[in-house]
């Protein structure tokens, strides 16, 4: 799903993204019971805050600047200049006396200036690196399907050890070090500019950058508790679908009961025994998957209900990850399952002997009120950056939120839109309605259905450890050489997850990416084959962008979307690596409609988030019911506007569903933005011929500004009209 940015390793905290988290093309960890409380506003004034996070005055820079000069040269002037400024504007009294930290620590003389940036490289490296795998041991029980949860390790997995990191490296002044001897730049100076920079002055940028702000390290452990609530509330948010029925006891409406079966007694069920999703990713996976099933546009409106009752927290609470009850999400009744219904393998817990339609409280809500607040409270240590909105995308993405909207918002109005919605109403030969929102009839399934293709994947991977042995054929199969393709391998480990998979990146060379994705207990099915292939690519562009790159401060890729992206490029050829799908004339035309939809479909999903977050902060005293409310009222305005002239249904709160708004806070936007960089980059690697050597050449740049990245990669700077181009094409208009 996601990869953390070590160059960003502050502001991943604060995003929400840790671990997977910039994880997670599915979602992060696990989640025990119960939810864990929702933290509380901070009770100091933003005023006090602010108080309290503004820097010392530093007095005398000009003297100070002057008797520098003296000593090392008017050549050094505009370092030293630079370098007072960039600590005097995060220097606080209790950092001690600060013209004689400057005296002592800047550096003039080129050999001290390089052996002092490889010392903190390296040591960096380190830092990061060590801590990042004591996180992910702490993490490890609630992200893998390894054994039973135990009240203590949703505590484990709260606890940041990397948290205080970067306060400590400002109270030892090492922090400073860095800021005195190497630049810092805005966004602003970045993309007029970098172009030109070497690749060490990029390095010594993603040094600095690590320092942009100072946030303290209760806060920062605050808002990584926050989003760990988040994820493992997510992470065991599941539906049993053998339980789901209508007002006439029988799995969807319209069905029949069988004849003589007393009223109410369930009867039927379009869903087979067994069948837990995961609310978003399976649940929206399933309705994919039931294109083509003679019931299949049943089973679509039921799933569509439930997602619209978890949005609307109207859903009952009895309902979530038990099967003993089942439910009517049309009229939303409840009742105890017939015993012999109720599966073995349902989770363990106290006797009922009632079912209550009580709704979830607002607990969705809860979780991201909580993620919000103690983002919030980081806010007046980020002047440059002082939302989390803005750090998200200014200091996260390297794209300002503007650019990224007009982006969104051209596919969302594009003329090109109704044509492709009109191409696919002739397709299903139907009207189209909500759950067309992920029409999946663009993607082949190699003629075989969902079950065959269950049956084919459950085969070939019985377990974490048959798929990890595949990864060496898969590599040489997407043209990757052999050689380098059984490296690559061993630095990956696949584990079974809880939730519907992620991937975790290594920060220091010696150390492995992990790949996990949900695994039954009879194998992997299609839907986790799928995942896995996704997150195999974002674990081999991390294994490639840090031991291939030439500095390790450059490890990575410019922002999560690129991950997203080079993510996609492996999941499209998921099918291919089964031998069960050519490339043809009409795959092609089907790839690049797909492409749009998909892209269409999540852009909406990204505004709804953003604009939920500016709601937000508009209303930082709102009630999570209030939040709720908010939320729906967002995600209608979009739909309404872009998504029922084509799919009906108006005042649907279809756009709010995505889990990532919950699991991994403001990470929505990374994902439209991934699949407009994807199509540039498929575009490119067609045009070469294979995947892996393109892979690799564009993964080991390393995280440079995002448009310096994607011309190096694929010759032009990010852009929506490739795709748009290409989908006219595929739809017969000009080129």
């Given at each position: ?584 004339a009409e795959s092609e035309r089907d790839r690049v409609l797909g492409e749009l939809w998909a892209a269409w479909e999540i852009a909406g999903v990204a505004l709804v988030e953003t604009d939920v977050w500016h709601w937000l ?87 440079v500004l995002p448009d310096l990245w994607m011309k190096h990669a694929a010759g032009e700077a990010i852009s929506a009209g490739p795709l748009l181009r290409a989908a006219e094409k ?6």
């Amino acid at each position: 799903m996601r990869s953390a940015l070590a160059h960003l390793a502050p502001l991943v905290l604060l995003a929400g993204c840790g671990g997977e988290p910039p994880r997670p093309a599915a979602p992060p960890p696990c989640a025990p019971e119960p939810p864990a409380a929702v933290a509380k506003p901070s009770s100091e004034p933003a005023a006090v805050a602010a108080s309290a996070a503004a820097p010392t005055v530093v007095a005398g820079l000009t003297a100070l600047e002057t008797e520098l000069v003296g000593k090392h040269g008017e050549a050094q002037r505009p370092r030293i200049k630079r370098g007072l400024a960039q600590v005097a504007s995060l220097w606080r009294a209790e950092d001690g006396e600060f013209a004689a930290f400057v005296r002592e620590q800047f550096l003039s003389d080129p050999a001290a200036v390089d052996a002092t940036f490889a010392r903190l490289e390296g040591l960096m490296e380190q830092l990061e690196g060590h801590l990042h795998e004591m996180g992910r041991a702490l993490r490890f029980p609630t992200d893998t399907d390894t054994g039973p949860l135990f009240p203590v390790d949703p505590l484990l997995a709260g606890y940041e050890p990397a948290a205080h990191l970067y306060e400590d490296l400002f109270k030892s002044r090492i922090a400073f070090v860095a800021l005195l001897n190497f630049p810092l730049s805005d966004l602003a100076t970045k993309n007029a500019e970098g172009e030109s920079w070497s690749r060490r002055r990029w390095a010594e940028e993603r040094l600095t950058g690590r320092f942009a702000v100072r946030i303290p390290g209760e806060i920062a452990q605050d808002i990584a508790r926050a989003n760990t609530e988040g994820d493992l509330y997510i992470s065991d948010y599941n539906i049993w679908m053998h339980h789901l029925v209508n007002e006439k006891g029988v799995g969807a409406q319209g069905a029949e009961r069988r004849p003589g079966a007393p009223s109410g007694e369930p009867s039927e069920r379009l869903f087979p025994a067994g069948l837990r999703l995961i609310s978003h990713w399976n649940l929206r996976d399933e309705l994919k998957a039931d294109y083509g099933d003679p019931r299949g546009l049943e089973k679509q409106r039921t799933i569509v209900q439930v997602m619209e009752r978890i949005v609307t927290q109207t859903i009952p609470a009895a309902v979530i990850d038990d099967p003993r009850v089942d439910w009517n999400p049309f009229t939303n009744e409840v009742r105890l399952a017939p015993a012999a219904d109720v599966e073995p393998s349902a989770p363990k817990r106290a006797p009922i002997t009632t079912a209550s339609a009580s709704p979830e409280p607002y607990v969705r809500y809860q979780k991201l009120l909580a993620s919000f607040r103690a983002s919030r409270r980081a806010d007046p240590y980020s002047p440059i950056a002082n939302t989390a909105i803005k750090r998200r995308f200014e200091l996260g993405r390297e794209i300002g939120e503007d650019r990224v909207r007009a982006l969104f918002l051209e596919i969302l109005g594009s003329g090109t839109i109704p044509k492709v919605a009109a191409e696919i109403e002739r397709r299903l030969g139907r009207k189209l309605g909500p759950q067309d929102l992920w029409y999946a009839g663009f993607k082949a399934r190699g003629g075989k259905t969902e079950a065959e293709l269950d049956a084919i994947t459950r085969k070939k991977y019985p377990d974490a450890k048959a798929f990890a042995a595949d990864i060496p054929r898969i590599l040489v199969a997407l043209g990757f050489p052999k050689d380098h393709a059984k490296t690559i391998a061993e630095r990956i480990v696949v584990d079974p997850s809880r939730g519907a998979g992620h991937a975790m990146e290594p920060r220091r060379r010696g150390d492995k990416a992990r790949l996990r994705t949900r695994i039954e207990k009879d194998g992997m099915n299609y839907k986790g084959y799928n995942i896995a292939v996704h997150e195999l690519g974002h674990n081999v562009e991390q294994v490639l962008s840090l031991y291939d790159v030439d500095h390790t401060l450059l490890a990575g890729v410019p922002n999560n979307a690129f991950t997203e992206a080079l993510a996609f490029t492996f999941q499209a050829r998921d099918l291919e690596l089964l031998g069960l799908q050519k490339t043809t004339a009409e795959s092609e035309r089907d790839r690049v409609l797909g492409e749009l939809w998909a892209a269409w479909e999540i852009a909406g999903v990204a505004l709804v988030e953003t604009d939920v977050w500016h709601w937000l902060y508009e209303h930082p005293d709102a009630t999570a019911e209030e939040l709720g409310k908010a939320t729906v009222t967002i995600a209608k305005k979009y739909w309404n506007q872009y998504y029922a002239p084509h799919l009906g249904s108006p005042d649907s709160a279809l756009l709010a569903i995505y889990s990532h708004a919950i699991s991994t806070p403001l990470y929505l936007p990374d994902y439209p933005l991934g699949h407009l960089i994807a199509f540039q980059i498929e575009e490119h690697v067609r045009k070469q011929g294979k995947l892996g050597p393109e892979f690799e050449r564009m993964a080991k740049y390393g995280s440079v500004l995002p448009d310096l990245w994607m011309k190096h990669a694929a010759g032009e700077a990010i852009s929506a009209g490739p795709l748009l181009r290409a989908a006219e094409k595929a739809l017969g208009g000009k080129p």
